[in-house]
């Protein structure tokens, strides 16, 4: 049995783990390995926007809307709904691998919600 994402750390894990995926996929880790110059500083935020968007404390600042616009158009607007679906399935993945519970699923219904506007 697992636990589910209860803590900072936790979702700490989920989140880098979640990234060494991503930078080793050869269709998507091009878009990251290319963007992120600090991947520790990146991950810092990352967490602390999932920390706020699974238990609302934290304080993130950023807009991810604006930084994905910026990559996109860096990379001539060739990110498709097929890297994003591939994103989404190594989310997945990182989750099940690592995670059961309500909070995770949360994890898994949130990140359903930025295709829509991704």
């Known amino acids: 049995m697992k636990n589910d994402i209860k803590t900072r ?8 783990t979640f990234y060494d995926k991503v930078r080793k996929d050869e269709k ?5 390995n290319n963007a992120i110059k600090n991947w520790d500083e990146h991950l ?9 968007n699974l238990f609302l404390r934290g ?6 809307l604006v930084v994905h616009a910026k990559v ?8 498709s709904q097929l890297h994003f679906g591939i994103w989404l399935n190594l989310w997945y993945e990182t989750i099940d691998e690592l995670f059961e ?3 995770a699923e949360n994890a898994k219904r949130r990140v359903r919600k930025m295709n829509t506007f991704l």
Do not use: A, M, R
């Open 59 to 64: 304080k993130y600042l950023g807009d991810p």
């Open 28 to 32: 998507v880790g091009h878009f990251f």
């Open 101 to 103: 519970g309500d909070y």
């Open 9 to 16: 750390e936790d979702v700490f894990l989920l989140v880098s």
């Open 44 to 52: 810092e935020k990352l967490t602390t926007f999932w920390e706020k």
């Open 72 to 79: 996109d158009k860096e990379n001539n607007n060739k990110i």
